[in-house]
């Protein structure tokens, strides 16, 4: 099958947008902490990465360009244009997590000069990506650093989407409020979200034992795009629910974007709603990813 027919028979090949060299390259480094970035075995790290998860990504980007952008170029037309030295559809595994940045971004310009929007590329392809590869670790599949370079990854792809990876100043505004809900004792969760926020580059401040006075004021008094905060059950509701009403009233940011975590939100994701927050992470990765993701809606309001 050549490029022309294409897997999916669609489309003839989109221009490969011209990418800022000097940007990509802050992009490197701006996702993931200093420690994991000077690693010698990076790049193995990354191919074998695609690898492990091609049977999780390939059926995803598959389905964007059956189903969600019917003008997207034919997968034979993007894998012959970014990757020449791949002939098959397994290449699009190792555009989206491989060692190639370039590749992988002009990939997602690509679609979204094609009409994707950030929402489909984010609940189609990037959170389920990250879903897996936390999957992946709690069955010992792979290790803290293979899930942290993935994740690192999927944080560039989502801010390249949103042209937020050319605001330098953004850098010393990628922080973070981790706290548990006034009354909650799982400390578990929130460790381990913070653990992963510290590898892919964010500070975090973390309050374990604040009631919600003082988590709000924590965020009065250092801005932070995003706050995250975690419930163990139902019981913590309303105390959650105070928790962010006082965030969002005393927020030095006003734009400051609320996730939350714990299994009731799995169980019922309209909770979310209802104790005013924006988002949901159903894991310590997947929790990363929701934090750029909105972060970037931030950013949005400072520009």
Known sequence: MNAQEGAMGRGEQAPIPRIDQRSLRQLETRFVAPDIYRRGDLALRQSQLAHLVSDKVIPQLLRLHDEIVPDAPCVDAVIAALAPDRADIAGLADIVL???LE???????VLRDRGLSMETLFIELLEPTARHLGEMWDND???????????????????AFNNTHNCDSLDMRRTVLMAMTPGDQHYFGVTMV???????????????AACADEIADAARTRWFAVAGLTA??????????????LIRKRSQNPHIGIMVGGPLFAEDPSLVAAVGADATAPSAPTAVLVAQKLSDAASAHLN
């Open 98 to 100: 491989g060692d190639d």
């Open 103 to 109: 590749a992988a971004v002009r990939y997602v310009i």
């Open 141 to 159: 599949a792979c290790d803290f650093i293979d899930v942290t370079l993935g994740v690192a990854r999927l944080q560039k792809l989502l801010a």
């Open 194 to 208: 913070e653990r992963f926020l510290q590898a892919a580059g964010w500070k975090v401040q973390t309050e374990t």
């Open 232 to 245: 163990g059950s139902t019981q913590m509701i309303d105390s959650l629910a105070e928790t962010i009403g």
